[in-house]
């Protein structure tokens, strides 16, 4: 199964699938970005498919179409999105459905998009931790593969927060992308809906 994992910042998660030794055929980034160089050599190929407009104007379906032609030039077969920031198209998920892995900060269905740390701090919830998922062209909205509590401390900061979300992100992502990549290698559907 050749996987391609996408991203757009330092690459900590990816780092992680790495060291559990997931193959990964691909890393491709929306803009130039540490992870590309972290994981040189590591990697069967880098990519940088760059995003120039980050305006009203973009063309998320012309994006989409471009980076699905990279992914098919590659063989890839299922994709990780491991901190990529840009909303994909439904050719994506037309072309990869049911095989579009992401992470998320937060228990979902709560707090989905971009802003799902300081929204827990806001709303004053006591816990809140990580979802792994299937990707749809619905933002994060797909069936649960893998939750993960986290405590909501005293004094947390948006940033002291996410810190140690993904500090569980770094093990509960590889863990469950592992073992989904091993149930397509035998045949089955990946379980849906187990939380860890």
């Not at 193959?23 to 992870?35: F, G, I, K, Q, T």
Request: glycine share 12%; with cysteine; aromatic share 6%.
């Amino acid at each position: 199964m050749r996987l391609a994992v996408l991203v757009s910042g330092t690459g900590s998660i990816l780092d992680s699938m790495l060291e559990r030794g997931i193959e990964v055929s691909l890393v491709l980034a929306d803009r130039p970005c540490p992870a590309l160089q972290r994981v040189e050599g590591r990697v069967g190929a880098t990519e940088l498919l760059e995003r120039s407009d980050w305006g009203r104007s973009f063309d998320r379906d012309a994006y989409t179409d471009g980076l699905v032609a990279r992914l098919a030039d590659h063989g890839i077969g299922l994709v990780a999105m491991a901190g990529f920031g840009t909303v994909l198209g439904p050719a994506l998920f037309d072309r990869f459905p049911g095989r579009v892995l992401n992470t998320h900060p937060a228990l979902l269905p709560s707090f989905p998009g971009w802003h799902a740390v300081g929204q827990a701090l806001e709303a004053g919830v006591k816990v809140t931790g990580c979802t792994v998922h299937i990707a749809t062209a619905e933002v994060d909205s797909g069936p649960i593969l893998a939750q993960e509590a986290v405590e909501v401390r005293p004094g947390d900061t948006e940033e002291s927060l996410h810190e140690r979300i993904k500090a569980v992100e770094r093990q509960l992502y590889p863990a469950t992308l592992a073992a989904f990549i091993d149930e397509l290698e035998a045949g089955g559907a990946p379980a849906m809906g187990e939380t860890e």
